[in-house]
């Protein structure tokens, strides 16, 4: 009689070597994401995973409904339905007085998960070095690794998180592709200057470099920082690429919708490779986001200020026991240096935090290459209802 088990079968080394590529030979599991598991696991609280844990705006679920029931279900254009990438451009229009052609000059994909790596693929060759600030977010990691180029890190120093220039000029060379810029930051909650992103801008002309920009939390600033796209600045709207998505503004993270905007020749090859990754992002929820990229300006000093309230908690709980925060000002994250707590490392630290005291954060050596330079540091984020910072106030006073 046929075999027809269908348990896993283990399978030798070789065999499991053989059929994997030598592009994720080096990747590791995401930090973050294990967290969230093992949060999961532990009921603890977690503030690991950016994510909200409130509902998203009432009229972006019924505008995502209505267009589910309203037959916006079959593939859109690859690279974004007509009426959202029009959205899109007349929201540059109005924040930033920035023209983007829509027809040109806008991809929708799914998330700036997509963005990021669909321009990578596009504009970087093998070899070629992207300069990354470092502690960085996590992705850019692999999205480098899947592209085959090379990896230049320059440090933002703590607590300020400011850069050496100088140590930023020696990163740029012949081979410099592109450099990629998270503002306002994840984990640091940094919001790069307008001199700094001058300075950087001058590096990207002077040696011919590609200016990346991750600007989801660009609406998330605090105590009046002003988030300034690189892409707006003199010599830059040809060399830059910029990202974003719906996920962290309008608190719909799940929704996987994203775009990038730049020059003509740049927004040809992307469209190609987001083509052939993904076809396209949701259609219904393209619909919806016609109608959240038209809300009113308040939506979004809101928005800020909502968070300024929830980080100002957060910080309160943490320093209240015994951590110490490193002021962020953008962004929904907070570092904590936990040196004065003798544990070996930021990961035995997190670990007793989720398992000991119910409380899930992220180790801060996750966003460092070596992770020496990151385990005095673990992060929070403050995403959460104002139920959930409460218990995690009564859990961490366990520590
Ligand atoms: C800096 C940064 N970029 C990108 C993402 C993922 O964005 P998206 O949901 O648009 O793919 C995150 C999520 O936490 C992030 O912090």
């Not at 995502?64 to 279900?73: G, P, Q, R, V």
């Amino acid at each position: 009689m046929a075999n027809t088990s269908v348990a896993p079968v283990e399978h030798s080394t070789e065999r499991r070597e053989r059929f994997r590529s030598s592009r994720t030979a080096h990747f590791t599991e995401s930090v973050i994401r294990e967290m969230t598991r093992l949060a999961v696991m532990h009921g603890a609280v977690n503030l690991a995973q950016g994510f909200p844990d409130f509902p998203a705006p009432a009229n972006l679920k019924d505008a995502a409904c209505e267009a589910i029931l309203a037959d916006f279900n079959q593939y859109p254009i690859t690279w974004g339905t007509k009426p959202f990438r029009a959205a899109i451009a007349a929201k540059y229009q109005r924040t930033y007085a920035l023209e983007f052609d829509p027809e040109r000059e806008i991809t929708v994909c799914c998330g700036s998960t997509e963005g990021m790596i669909a321009s990578l693929l596009a504009t970087t060759n093998p070899g070629d070095e992207i300069i990354i600030f470092e502690p960085y977010y996590e992705n850019y990691h692999p999205d480098t690794l899947l592209c085959g180029a090379s990896r230049k890190l320059v440090s933002l120093r703590a607590p300020d998180w400011t850069f050496d220039r100088e140590e930023l000029r020696a990163a740029f060379s012949k081979n410099t592709k592109a450099i990629i810029i998270n503002t306002p930051n994840n984990p640091t909650g940094k919001v790069f200057t307008l001199d700094e992103l001058t300075f950087i801008a001058d590096l990207c002309q002077e040696f011919d470099a590609l200016a990346i920009t991750d600007e989801i939390y660009e609406h998330i600033t605090y105590e009046g920082r002003q988030h300034v796209p690189i892409i707006s600045l003199p010599g830059m709207r040809d060399r830059s690429i910029l990202i974003n998505s719906l996920s962290k503004t309008y608190s719909v993270t799940g929704w996987r919708v994203g775009w990038v905007l730049g020059a003509p020749d740049l927004t040809d090859s992307i469209r190609k490779v987001h083509d052939f990754l993904t076809v396209g992002a949701a259609t219904p929820l393209q619909q919806a986001g016609v109608l959240a990229l038209s809300q009113p300006d308040s939506y979004y000093s809101d928005l800020s200020e909502h968070y300024r309230q929830r980080r100002d908690a957060l910080v309160e709980i943490l320093e209240g026991a015994g951590l110490k925060t490193i002021h962020p000002y953008g962004a929904y994250y907070v570092m904590a240096d936990i040196s004065s707590f003798g544990y070996p490392n930021d990961i035995a630290f997190v670990k007793h935090l989720i398992e000991n005291v119910g409380v899930a954060a992220v180790p801060g050596s996750s966003f460092f290459e070596d992770p020496r330079k990151g385990d005095k540091y673990i992060r929070f984020c403050f995403c959460k209802k104002y139920e959930t910072l409460e218990e995690a106030r009564t859990r961490l006073r366990r520590l």
